[in-house]
């Protein structure tokens, strides 16, 4: 894909248009991300990709050549990386490189200088650009649009390239121009306390603060005409009746359990020492217990398998938690003692 740049430019019947079938949200929001830097909140689906082709199609005359200015579009993934460069290079006529893995990473200063020479928007994995700025292959001065995709992933306590980046190279005094900031997003938080309002809040501030952007979205009305969303039914299930002998080996090891226990008290006599080992011997059995009612079991017997196959050292020192895990193992395994693990 683009490797090496056309002797002429299109002719006029060649020229591509990303205008002609943009929805009015997209021509609304990329007028808005040429005037400031933006992060677009748009659920899968919506067409975030085209609002970024949009933009790089407004703003063609700072990197259109013989510029020395280019755009960098940024992808967290290879896939996405080939897929959001064919996307560009199918919508424009902008000449267009991607770059991941397979050693394009340590190319030299002048490689990296015949291809800003040569092509108009890059495409790569954020590690590369990151690599290549610390090198001083590429200079950020040189970049007029940097296009995020997933962005969710800039957060300014996480060391992923997009936020080191960010920290190191967008906030350089040293600079006197830089680029225009663009994200994409499907979810403007990652990992855990989605649901609670005020580390959505607080994960929103970082993102903008980081990405020097503002979150953009569109009112879902917009939405409904051109997006299509499911119907959603909920189902309410009651919970699952255990069988018989679930049951039977469920009060078998809580039997197990007060035998360690006991077996465990009688046989030390330093208290702290003592705690120590129950709440060890505590948390296998909630283990198994947890394994037998979700997994059945099979999958409970595996467990204390597995626990058991722990190197010889660590079982020395919680050997109560030894003796019960062969118990319960042997337990188990008395229904399915025909089955090869």
């Known amino acids: ?27 609304d929001l990329c007028k808005r991300a040429v005037e400031e830097n933006i992060i677009v909140y748009l659920g899968t689906g919506c067409g975030k990709t085209h609002i970024a082709v949009l933009l790089i199609y407004e703003l063609g005359h700072l990197i259109r050549k013989p510029s020395s200015e280019v755009c960098i579009f940024l992808a967290p993934t290879i896939p996405l990386v ?6 560009i290079e199918s919508s424009t006529n902008f000449k267009v ?27 790569m ?8 700025l ?42 006197a121009k830089f680029p225009r900031i663009f994200g994409m997003t499907a979810s403007p938080i990652i990992g855990k306390g989605g649901s609670n309002k005020l ?11 980081l990405l020097h952007a503002k979150v953009c979205s569109v009112d879902n009305v917009e939405l409904e005409s051109v997006v299509a969303s499911p119907d959603m039914e909920v189902y ?25 226990e006991g077996m465990l008290r009688e046989s030390l006599c330093d208290f702290k020492d003592s705690q120590k080992k129950l709440k060890s011997l505590w948390r296998l059995h909630e283990n198994l217990i947890f394994c037998l009612q979700e997994l059945g079991s099979f999958g409970a017997l595996q467990a204390a398998r597995t626990f058991l196959s722990f190197d ?30």
């Open 1 to 27: 894909m683009g490797d090496s740049p056309a002797a002429a430019g299109p002719s006029a019947a060649e020229l591509k248009d990303p205008r002609t079938i943009a929805r009015k949200y997209q021509l």
């Open 82 to 87: 080939r897929q959001q460069a064919m996307v």
């Open 97 to 123: 490189q991607c770059y991941y893995g397979n050693g394009k990473n340590s190319r030299c200063h002048e490689e990296w200088e015949n291809d800003l020479r040569d092509f108009e928007v890059l495409v």
């Open 125 to 132: 994995t954020p590690q590369i650009l990151l690599h290549s």
């Open 134 to 175: 610390r090198h001083c292959y590429i200079k950020m001065s040189s970049v007029a649009l940097l296009i995020f995709d997933e962005c969710h992933h800039a957060q300014a306590q996480k060391r992923h390239p997009y936020a080191q980046i960010m920290k190191e190279f967008y906030n350089n005094n040293g600079v």
């Open 199 to 209: 580390n959505y809040t607080k994960c929103i501030n970082s993102l903008e603060e």
């Open 236 to 260: 309410f299930y009651g919970p699952v009746n255990r069988s018989n002998l679930t049951i039977m080996y469920n009060k078998e090891l809580d039997s197990l359990k007060l035998q360690s």
């Open 312 to 341: 010889d050292d660590r079982l020395d020192s919680f050997s109560f938690a030894h003796h019960y895990l062969n118990k319960a193992t042997s337990v188990l395994s008395h229904n399915i003692t025909d089955v090869q693990v």
